[in-house]
């Protein structure tokens, strides 16, 4: 698992570097430049103003009692964006713009959800045991009377 850590930094920057050549080719140098800029602005405003609708939220939900677990998820998939979004390429943004999309991280929360609650088959309901009891009383002390000599 250690090496594919090391190849995926080896191969994104070499890829960015790829596409950026590829884009000025296709664009132009400045407009590759003005793009990239305009990506991370674009992406750091919409991340600034679903953040604060997030947090914003987390706030309601605890208020009301209720743990905020979905608003966390969405949480660690903006900050997965927003980092996304700093580094620079068009690889990186395009990987971040799903994250910033609410339908998607609806879609991605679920699937973590499934993944993280195991492969037991929840087709039938809940699991019953249908059995027979039958109260066992104790037996009652001994007379004390009789015990002594």
């Known amino acids: 698992m250690g090496w594919l850590i090391i190849v995926g930094a080896i191969a994104l920057p070499v890829a960015e570097i790829m596409v950026w050549i590829r884009s000025a080719e296709l664009i132009g ?18 991340l600034r ?17 209720e743990l905020p677990l979905e608003t966390a998820f969405d949480g660690l998939c903006l900050a997965a964006a927003g980092f996304l979004l700093v580094l620079p390429g ?3 943004d395009v ?7 609410p339908p998607v991280r609806r ?19 809940p699991v019953v045991i249908d059995t027979e009891f039958q109260v066992i ?7 004390r009377k009789r015990l002594e000599p």
């Open 29 to 46: 140098v400045w407009p590759t430049i003005l793009l990239s800029v305009a990506a991370v602005m674009i992406g750091t405003a919409i």
């Open 49 to 65: 103003r679903q953040g604060l609708a997030m947090l914003l939220d987390a706030r309601a939900r605890m208020e009301q009692g």
């Open 137 to 143: 009383e104790p037996d009652p002390p001994p007379d």
């Open 90 to 92: 068009f690889i990186t």
């Open 107 to 125: 879609r991605l929360r679920r699937w973590v959800g499934r993944r993280l609650s195991g492969p037991a088959d929840r087709s039938f309901g």
């Open 95 to 101: 990987m971040a713009l799903p994250l910033l999309l």
